[in-house]
């Protein structure tokens, strides 16, 4: 068979308030990976919500890069790869170094599995229409029935074995996984190959203390962590956001209470990747390197008491066997 013909980009324009909102991309400092080179501390979510879908998806991708931003963090799972592929190719097109954006995506479970995995690869190049994939994620530790690697581990060790195979030529940059624990990272470790370089979990101040301990074991083992769900994710966004407290501290320095639960994460040295499809808001939210939080205001966020500590998505590293 002839290899598939490259995506066609077409032309595109940033929307209208986009030049207004610019960021200088330099003001967002960078994670160092494990791997070498570096990870922005802000990027853009492209899940969960209706300006993730369709042409929506590519013009938040295109607004986001052209506006500075530069860390893009996709799925299999959020049926985008087209759009935001195309986003990707036509800021770069604009003029925006691919060298300086750092695009991630995540393998599914029901593609874990050396053969699976190593198809899927090739598949998502093909869908992104790019060359390399910046930074690849193993979405969940869980595994479905029926997988011809039969035990949860085998699979995840070979789809790591895969990834790594597609590293080496090229195809990908960093290797890392999502809603992971210590035991399920170790795992993949115990091979003695490519690090883990990154573990994604949901991480604001209201998670239970396993997460954060797993993001503590994984600082302790120079794994960069990113947080999703920082605002609460759409479902929640209100409630977390309606907090007084945050309010007060917001209005010290001129900022949002989302900007604060930004902020709360980059000072504990995690990455936060929000989603929007609102110029204003991407602008906002790469805005939260031009302010520190005092020491009793990280106190008083730290303080969450035990039962009202919640999770808004329900994954819980190690608990897959």
Request: charged share 20%; net charge neutral.
């Amino acid at each position: 068979l002839a290899p598939a013909a490259p995506p066609v980009t077409r032309p595109g324009a940033a929307s209208r308030e986009v030049a207004a909102l610019r960021v200088e991309h330099s003001s967002v400092p960078g994670l160092p990976l494990l791997g070498g080179g570096t990870m922005p501390m802000a990027g853009i979510g492209m899940c969960c919500r209706p300006g993730a879908n369709g042409d929506a998806a590519r013009q938040a991708v295109l607004d986001y890069l052209l506006m500075g931003g530069r860390h893009v963090d996709d799925a299999t799972v959020y049926s985008n790869h087209a759009e935001v592929g195309e986003g990707v190719r036509q800021a770069v097109d604009a003029g925006v170094p691919r060298s300086e954006i750092f695009l991630t995506t995540k393998i599914h479970p029901p593609h874990f599995g050396f053969e699976t995995a190593s198809a899927w690869v090739e598949k998502v190049l093909r869908e992104l229409g790019v060359e390399y994939i910046d930074l690849v994620l193993l979405h969940f530790a869980a595994v479905p029935d029926g997988k011809t690697c039969k035990v949860p581990r085998n699979c995840r060790q070979e789809t790591w074995l895969a990834l790594q195979r597609a590293q080496a030529k090229g195809q990908i940059k960093h290797l890392g996984v999502s809603n992971f624990g210590e035991r399920q990272i170790g795992e993949l470790l115990a091979l003695g190959g490519s690090p883990v370089e990154v573990n994604q979990i949901e991480y604001h101040p209201w998670v239970p203390e396993l997460h954060l301990k797993t993001a503590e074991w994984c600082h302790m083992n120079r794994i960069a962590v990113t947080a999703y769900g920082s605002m609460g994710g759409a479902g929640n966004a209100q409630q977390m956001m309606m907090q007084d407290a945050l309010k007060q501290v917001g209005s010290m320095y001129g900022k949002t209470p989302g900007q604060v639960l930004l902020r709360w994460a980059v000072q504990r040295n995690v990455s936060v990747i929000p989603g929007t499809s609102n110029p204003k808001h991407m602008a906002e939210n790469l805005r939260i390197f031009d302010f520190e939080l005092a020491q009793h205001e990280m106190a008083m966020l730290d303080s969450i008491p035990s039962d009202q500590r919640m999770l808004h998505f329900n994954h819980w590293p190690d608990s897959a066997p």
